[in-house]
């Protein structure tokens, strides 16, 4: 099993940045994919960006696509999402998730295990 906390979230201007980070704990964090979400109130839950864990290939939304970077340090078992030039279509929810295995899944149910969330708001 894999606990998973999100931080980072807050409020920003549009044109601004946040760094999203997701602590791992449980078992052994290099063998998941993991992806980051979003949910916007009245909105299904959207995929933004997933890492693999073998070649660490990524994806990126492409709404965020040139805006967001996903980066996974497995020795500190944490997993960052860069956010710059956000605008008020990034807030929400944001979520980290993970799934057993070496490919990510661009679909929430792909995965297994799920933090909290941390809200994103960006303001006009």
């Known amino acids: 099993e894999v606990q998973l906390v999100e931080s980072g979230g807050g409020l920003v201007q549009a044109g601004g940045s946040l760094r999203l980070s997701c602590a791992a704990s449980g078992s052994a964090f290099d063998d998941y994919a993991i992806g980051w979400f979003r949910q916007a109130p009245g909105k299904e839950r959207e995929g933004v960006s997933y890492?693999?864990?073998?070649?660490?290939?990524?994806y990126y939304a492409d709404s965020v696509k040139g805006r967001f970077a996903i980066v996974r340090d497995n020795a500190k078992n944490m997993v960052y999402l860069q956010m710059n030039d956000l605008n008020p279509e990034d807030s929400g929810v944001y979520y980290c998730a993970v799934r057993r295995g070496i490919g990510y899944s661009v679909i929430p149910q792909g995965y297994e295990y799920w933090g909290q969330g941390t809200q994103v708001s960006v303001s006009s």
């Open positions: 890492i693999s864990s073998s070649d660490r290939s990524t």
